[in-house]
């Protein structure tokens, strides 16, 4: 039998780099030469499905405990799980994406290769040795399988020693099996660092960003593999040490390749250890009642906020995170056992008697076929219906083409097709009429539940009008062209007397930041500050000296951000479709023109102080009496009494409610 070479130590080291994909790969899978080689470089940075990680990501590369490391700060493609692991293809920009459900997530992939490639070729050029990440992407992450494309790539034109981790998985194991007859291997062997990786762990854990499993531990040893290309099928019989990680494998795997796992995991379990643990989004959390149960309900929304450790604050960059805690505690105060999972979790399958679902829109549908026909099945909507949220956001882009000339890959919000409210049993949704009216097809009892907010905010007693009254606020999150930022920017850069302040995530809308770079960085009274935390004090600063908000949003579910504005007493001028009510404290856009922004603006600005004063003082009273956790709490109890009363009573499932 032929073994594989062991290198020299030394010699693999010399003007060395390690290259990862995301913030925490490089202490998951090159621990052991963190500190010992001479740089250390991270490609993606921002996360759009998961802000919260962006902050904490750049939070701990400040904190970082080794100085050799950078970020090239390429935006995340969120592809992960979009590919087939059954059958995966490898393509030149890494594997071939097959779930299309975010419509532009596999053009960004293929983008963010080019852009790995250029900006890579000029870090590596110089060094001698460069790790990263293997050809099966570790575990199974269509990111990494990218960036050793990436590198790979670039390999030959620079004339550098390639090796990659040794990491694998079930659910990457036929993507691996691909390579062994094409390579033959070298390779070095280290011990992982320990004390490092813990403590780099720690900061990941404290700045929430770590993705990874919380119980991680690593193994005594990993390898690093040389790849040496042959050009032909002729190398069986090298040995092929692996780190081998136990994932729950898709129940439709081939029964050849099970079986060809088994015999695989049996021989490397034996050599070198397994770490037995599941992907953070599909772990079960199953909670207890203080007193004897009454029944079991399901909850299928984020795992985030049972994953806190104690004193570890509620993530406060969504009102999602606490809502979907409190709506766990709804039932445990009611006496029920709570099982939560994440929504995104495609392989739970169900196996106790549930009385009770109440399910996210994604994945709604087949985990309510999955179970009993007495659960009652409760959609938690947070956006308005996906054909209509769909065809409004893409109508935008439309008319922001049709009107400037340029098109915009990005800036849109897509709600993923469903079929959960034809699935549930009753409907619960933020918003107004607007959000409930895109539902009353499918003649489901639907519940009005108010937002929650991330923030209380003190009304600012010294507050001036007059001099505040031509300075305004945009306040909002991705999708800048579905939030109408276009249309804003475009009305104040015609009002040269009237100052837009922009708080949002700019810097992840590459096209929409360079179509709109004139209006953004050029033009004297429009002043772009990108995010902001509305716990901080910058917050505080900008809506003091604003008036109002303008918010003409194409599609909502209770308008958080308008809500949170009002919260800071900052008067709401806001489109029909975002889904606030402003009642006689706030102003409805009759149209979403940039002639209609610029008239509305102008009329608001000329209202005496007085009457401002006291329609950002409704506004606050209103959000402040409608819209905190203690109102999300009472009207959501009361919306689950009122369905267990109907239950009770035997009523039809047809009808409609409405609060």
Not at 42 to 61: D, H, M, N, Q, T
Not at 352 to 368: E, P, T
Not at 577 to 598: A, H, P, Q, R
């Amino acid at each position: 039998m032929t073994a594989s070479t062991r290198v020299a130590v030394p010699s693999v080291l010399d003007h060395s780099i390690v290259v990862v994909a995301h913030p925490d790969d490089e202490v998951l899978w090159f621990s052991s030469i963190l500190d010992k080689v001479n740089e250390v470089v991270v490609c993606f940075l921002e996360a759009k499905r998961y802000p919260w990680w962006s902050i904490g990501r750049r939070k701990s590369l400040e904190e970082y405990p080794i100085e050799n490391i950078s970020c090239l700060n390429i935006d995340q493609s969120d592809v992960f799980e979009s590919a087939d692991w059954q059958n995966p293809v490898a393509t030149e920009y890494g594997i071939e994406i097959v779930d299309q459900s975010i419509p532009g997530r596999g053009e960004q992939y293929k983008k963010n290769y080019e852009e790995l490639r250029r900006q890579l070729e000029k870090r590596l050029s110089g060094y001698r040795n460069v790790y990263t990440h293997n050809p099966w992407g570790e575990y199974g992450h269509e990111e990494h399988v990218q960036v050793y494309r990436a590198v790979k790539s670039l390999q030959g034109e620079l004339g550098f020693n390639l090796w990659y981790s040794n990491y694998v998985s079930n659910k990457s194991f036929k993507l691996m099996s691909s390579h062994l007859g094409r390579f033959c291997f070298e390779y070095v062997a280290f011990k992982t660092n320990k004390p490092l990786a813990h403590e780099i762990k720690r900061i990941y854990i404290k700045n929430k960003c770590w993705t990874w499993y919380g119980d991680w531990e690593w193994f005594k040893k990993e390898l690093f593999i040389r790849e040496v290309s042959q050009g032909k099928e002729n190398n069986r019989g090298h040995a092929f040490p692996t780190n081998f990680i136990k994932m729950n494998p898709s129940s439709s795997y081939h029964p050849s390749i099970k079986q060809t796992m088994k015999g695989w995991m049996k021989d490397i379990l034996g050599r070198f250890g397994v770490s037995i643990t599941r992907p953070r989004f599909r772990k079960v959390v199953s909670l207890q009642p203080e007193n004897s149960s009454k029944g079991e309900v399901l909850l299928s929304w984020l795992l985030d906020p049972f994953l806190l450790k104690p004193g570890e604050p509620m993530p406060n960059s969504h009102t999602q995170y606490w809502d979907c805690f409190q709506i766990a505690r709804t039932f445990l105060d009611l006496g029920y056992s709570v099982d939560v999972i994440d929504s995104r979790n495609s392989m739970f399958d169900p196996t106790k008697n549930y009385s009770f679902f109440i399910g996210h829109r994604i994945n709604f549908d087949r985990i309510a076929g999955l179970l009993k026909r007495d659960c009652i099945k409760i959609a938690h909507l947070d956006t308005a219906h996906w054909i209509v949220n769909n065809h409004s956001t893409y109508l935008r882009k439309f008319e922001l083409q049709r009107r400037r000339g340029v098109t915009i890959k990005q800036s849109h919000r897509i709600v993923e097709h469903n079929l959960a409210i034809e699935n549930a049993d009753y409907g619960v949704t933020y918003g107004n009429e607007f959000t409930l009216g895109t539902y009353r097809y499918a003649k489901k009892p639907m519940f009005r539940v108010p937002i929650s907010t991330c923030a209380l905010i003190p009304w600012p007693e010294d507050k001036n009008y007059d001099a505040c009254r031509s300075h305004f606020l945009w306040f909002g999150s991705d999708g800048l062209v579905h939030k109408g930022l276009d249309l804003v920017l475009e009305a104040f850069a015609e009002m040269p007397d009237y100052h837009l302040y922009i708080c949002g995530p700019l810097q992840r809308e590459k096209d929409f930041e360079k179509a709109f770079y004139k209006e953004l960085y050029e033009t004297p009274n429009i002043h772009a500050y990108r995010w902001v935390d509305v716990n901080g004090p910058e917050f505080a600063e900008i809506t003091s000296k604003c008036l109002g908000l303008v918010y003409p949003s194409c599609s909502e579910a209770g308008g958080g951000s308008a809500i949170m504005c009002m919260h800071a007493g900052v008067i709401p001028i806001v489109s029909y479709e975002s889904s606030v009510d402003v009642n006689d404290f706030g102003i409805v856009l009759k149209d979403n023109s940039v002639e209609t922004i610029k008239s509305t603006v102008r009329m608001i600005a000329g209202f005496p102080a007085e009457q401002l004063q006291s329609m950002a003082r409704k506004a606050w009273e209103f959000a402040r009496a409608h819209h905190t956790r203690e109102r999300f709490s009472e009207e959501y109890k009361k919306i689950i009494l009122d369905i267990m009363e109907k239950k009770k009573n035997g009523e039809s499932e047809l009808g409609r409610v409405e609060r």
